[in-house]
């Protein structure tokens, strides 16, 4: 439950979940956690929430996707934003294309944070 309402970024639903005892930090079969499914959708309100209450989760890695990953396939920079400011990591990112990412959601905005934050383009493609 806590997965849909991060991704349909029904903040209301949220904090009510978890009021009655929901974690913010619930897997899904898959091992998602409710930020995977607030970045892809760019749920800002959700992320936010989120991350003000446990900012760490942004440094969380999962063998797979990336939230850095997620919200630039989604297009949203204030998500982008909050990730960093909380510590998210580029150097973690071994296994997500973030350039390919941005470039093929033709977000340039998106291309532009990537590269301040030092994420370097392949040129072996």
């Known amino acids: 439950l806590m997965h849909i309402a991060a991704f349909k970024d029904s903040l209301e639903v949220f904090v009510y979940l978890e009021s009655h005892g929901f974690p913010l930090d619930i897997q899904s079969a898959a091992g998602y956690l409710p930020l995977h499914y607030a970045c892809i959708n760019s749920s800002v309100e959700v992320v936010a929430y989120i991350l003000q209450r446990f900012p760490s989760q942004a440094k969380i890695l999962h ?63």
């Open 63 to 125: 063998p797979e996707l990336n939230f850095i990953f997620l919200a630039t396939l989604s297009g949203s920079t204030d998500i982008l934003r909050l990730l960093f400011a909380c510590g998210a990591d580029l150097k973690e990112n071994k296994r997500n294309r973030l350039i390919e990412g941005a470039i093929k959601t033709n977000n340039v905005e998106c291309l532009k944070i990537l590269l301040e934050k030092g994420e370097s383009p392949s040129i072996d493609n």
